[in-house]
């Protein structure tokens, strides 16, 4: 005889309901912003990798029906430094991830073991990808709409402390700002 333990059930499994998402599409379109890989936030979340000390960083954008990592840093070193799964791309449903939480929340969200938590154990990214700790905190524009999340994230579950989350914040202001006088033709803009 056999016992499988219930899923949790209800809203714990949902992604949050975004009334944001048609204006934030709108903005991040006419700042050229979700649609492909940007240099500059690659090496913004290559330098944010470096600062956390952590295997994987982004930056994210999310629109109506996905989320984009315009900027991403993965682990070097192919399948076994991400513990056999399959590596993260650029594109995610937005029923992964930490990140939608943190875009409605409008503030940083820190997991320093996401099975510790029943609204996030059991997320895709647990499971198909390895995630176990998150760190994100959300891109806010100077109008106040949340842009999207620069993130860290580890295979491992990780006291982030006082000192990670200041260093997440901080990271997400200063590029919120970088973020703002962008145009569509000026690049990255990071």
């Known amino acids: 005889m056999s016992y499988d333990p219930p899923r949790p ?3 714990l499994l949902l992604t949050p309901e975004d009334r944001d998402a048609p204006a934030r599409t709108r903005r991040l379109r006419r700042l050229g912003l979700g649609e492909q890989p940007e240099p500059a936030l690659d090496a913004f979340a290559d330098r944010l990798a470096e600062l ?29 430094a991400r513990g056999g799964k399959p590596a993260v791309g650029r ?11 943190v875009v409605v929340r409008r503030k940083a969200l820190v997991l320093e ?53 200041e260093t997440i914040k901080a990271t997400a202001a200063d590029l919120a700002v970088r973020l703002q006088g962008r145009t ?6 990071a």
């Open 9 to 11: 059930a209800g809203r």
């Open 52 to 80: 956390t000390g952590a295997p994987y960083a982004m930056v994210n954008f999310l629109d109506e029906e996905r989320q984009f990592f315009a900027g991403l840093h993965t682990p070097e070193g192919g399948r076994a």
């Open 91 to 101: 594109r995610l449903s937005r029923e992964y991830g930490y990140c939608p939480h």
């Open 113 to 165: 073991d996401v099975g510790d938590y029943p609204r996030f154990a059991c997320n895709p990214l647990v499971d198909e990808y390895g995630i176990r700790s998150y760190l994100g905190a959300p891109l806010i524009d100077s109008a106040g709409l949340v842009l999207g999340t620069v993130c860290v994230a580890d295979l491992a579950p990780r006291a982030w402390g006082k000192a990670g989350l």
């Open 184 to 189: 569509p033709a000026a690049g990255a803009g």
